[in-house]
């Protein structure tokens, strides 16, 4: 029981207050479009750039976006988010549950590289606007900053590919948007003399797919906590498409291993419980 | 340790293979296509009917999951995936863990409508092309049969639109790929067989979004499960946009009412313990 | 903004009304019992009981509890809801990420069993009392009827102990209470009836853990969805266990394979995209 | 395809490989103690210690911890972790996906504070130690420099209760483990020089339920991300009995808010899109 001199209803329903959606009998508008002139116009990876930034989006953005999402949409069960969903698709959880379990481990280490990308190269280039110095002479620096401290960048190099086959083509689709101005390009510059300063060293490692997607997101102004929304959207294709492929196997509880394979046991040899 | 005889190195690799993706240093095919050549080239809805159905989509399938896939993107807070998604940004978990807790209640009573809605269509024209007996009669025959045991048609009514918004438009589009012969009409014809019938009743329940998206997916060929699938990516949008709006209000630990507000108790009276 | 002669704000209160725990300044009951008297005094496993039954438990309530839970907290890393815990214990989740993905999978099929013997058992007790007939009888005609249809029969045989090493210890500890009138035994002599007409057929699966489980369970009146909960809750000990072992072992990003393995590509060959 | 050079099963064994639990044929040991030793005889939450540590708790661990995990077990469905499940359990999923959900959010903010003051007190009395200097002289250095930040400190002060319920009677068993000397005392004289390093401010901050089981946890040697392990079983009580007081409810799709409620609209104005 609340005091009546206390909170009204009205405190409810703002404290669930949103400027996504509105919905009345018949009618339902996003953002302030009614969704039936979107239907069937506006495309799938507008409505995302629509719904998480409130406008439509510019051509640009809508092409640079889709090319991102379309480039993260998957890199095989060696992922333990795609194992996950696999795994989930043969225990009895509709395939909700599976995509869930799938997304729930795109945590800091396993999908964050592309937020912590954005933020090192927004970092770079409001350093560079505030001191008034060149971009590259930023990055340089903070290569070596890391460096010094044996630090890891995130979004360059990859354990498996040498060269990640994702850059090249995601690159030349943002210099296309610089040329034409629709984006500024102070983040692929940022990005470019990272990857020039890295070069450098012993190891080399080019831009990955997280190091490419955060040039897109940045260019785009995308935040970093919503740029790992995009990425996390965008493997849910892959999560789906992989715990679907599973489902069809008639697998019932697969485990990491193949039956009668059993994990080692490394522990105590059996003793006797002396209760 | 396991038996030397017995399972080998390649059985564990074959216990996870896939026929989604390839990968190879350097390399990444999804479905065969070398990812370099898909990137800027096929879009983010083509490229989640690649991955899930294993072939690239014709221009009326793209067309029709685009449009079906935003017509599911939000329904607004209301919705308990939406509300736990936004109560999940304020407890410090990544926007991935708010995804997950969103998506993860799209279960049978919250998600599953659509996918059960593609199951019945699919059983009245099944019966209909095996009795030979047109989907009309069949459906109303279902439709009676519902009725007699009073239970539930699922894609038809809205507990809240007298008539959803989504309907019409996704109507007219399946109708124009019917014209065009791109998709053959019957699970469209099924409900609007079954809607038919439910307008001779009392409450006259119109299709409603899980209908009207069940009757893209049927006439797709999508089977029932992945159709939650689709929902699940699509609604994933909704979830991340209302997560990033919780996330930017910069509250922690949002519970379902506003402080000081509690929930009522309606327990025991407070009694003592004699333990 | 809602209608002002509409729901009041005690309605979102009530909404939300239960009946385990009232909080007031300085003051929290469960189930009507200060939570300072409790402390120290009532056990664990007693506080579930009290919260989840809404009374104290008696003694015998307690010690099947507790042994049932004791005898469920783990079976390995084969588990696929270990595996998941182990692998989300990598990815840069918090340890409660870790938990969640490990429960969220025990799902209808991994998880499911128990729940579903304690419904078979209450089904067989219910049949008897109602036809007056023995529940051996009941009992033999069930595993009739699965047999017929080629049906499982949950909580009977496992596929990887002949035997069950936590049969027999929980089968006496049931004994000793019937012995001792704390529970009827009615269940207990269902289950066993059961595992004796199974014993007549080739396969001869005795009762597994989750068959012994579901006896206990039965037994004491647990209904069988909140008889999967206690399953759930001790099963977390292990999925706890394993994702603080796995997060001892400072690994990253754990896939199902150890690297370099690659999961089987069983798909397309590569082909060329003509978009 | 791999490398006949190159791993071997036995790799993929050892992947996995876990001290926790053996199984064989008939055959499970946790820890090297046979499960059929321990049902009936181990308590519930001896075998989390047991699982979790390694070893047998002594009395004084299996007391305290008891005592700590019954302190944690509910505070009412305003937390969102409650509330998460409660919203689950309407949504067709099982009783599994409910409980993960509410486990999911348990996270930094939510879930995190034990965690963050096992470390605090562990920080605290490892300086005090290394310098040779009293825990009290370095508690109260740590609130000034916490104070001097306008830092948050965790495990003191509680946002709805002016003193913590279960604060006094936990304190007086840590109390008196320490009177017998099974356990040392240092991180409970950390924690009483913090509170009162904090009294002698304005808002004066008791220690809360958070601080407190820190203190029990501290003096037992958990590790500080085991100890939000702890909580996360211990809370996993109370959302196990709200979501099955909300399953047995009926309630189907339940919102954050009462039908025919719904959150306010604070955005863009409807207007029309020219796609």
């Not at 490419?212 to 965008?234: D, H």
């Not at 196997?249 to 039956?259: E, T, V, Y």
């Not at 009668?260 to 419980?273: N, S, V």
Request: glycine share 10%; with cysteine.
């Amino acid at each position: 029981m609340t005091d009546v001199t206390g909170p009204t209803v009205e405190d409810t329903t703002a404290w669930w207050s949103t400027s996504i959606t509105r919905i009345a009998p018949g009618e339902i508008d996003l953002r302030g479009y009614p969704i039936e002139q979107l239907i069937g116009k506006l495309g799938f990876v507008g409505a995302i750039w629509l719904l998480t930034k409130g406008s439509l989006p510019t051509p640009a953005q809508s092409r640079l976006l889709e090319a991102a999402m379309v480039a993260s949409v998957d890199h095989g069960p060696q992922a333990p988010s795609i194992a996950s969903a696999r795994m989930a698709a043969t225990c009895g959880v509709g395939i909700n549950g599976a995509i869930a379990n799938g997304v729930n481990v795109l945590g800091d280490t396993h999908g964050g590289a592309g937020q912590q990308c954005v933020e090192l190269l927004c970092a770079i280039v409001d350093t560079a606007r505030h001191d008034g110095r060149p971009v590259t002479e930023v990055a340089a620096e903070t290569v070596a900053e890391h460096r010094a401290r044996k630090a890891y960048l995130p979004g360059f190099g990859h354990r498996f590919h040498p060269r990640d086959p994702r850059r090249d083509v995601l690159l030349t689709l943002v210099r296309e948007a610089v040329d034409t101005g629709e984006v500024a390009g102070e983040h692929l510059r940022a990005a470019l003399a990272v990857e020039a300063a890295l070069a450098r060293g012993s190891r080399k490692p080019p831009m990955n797919v997280d190091g490419i997607t955060a040039v897109v997101y940045a260019e785009l102004g995308v935040e970093p906590e919503l740029a790992r929304g995009y990425f996390v959207l965008a493997r849910s294709v892959g999560i789906l498409a992989h715990a679907w492929e599973e489902s069809n196997s008639g697998r019932r509880i697969k485990g990491p291993l193949p039956p009668p394979l059993l994990a080692d046991y490394t522990g105590e040899p059996t003793r006797d419980f002396e209760g």
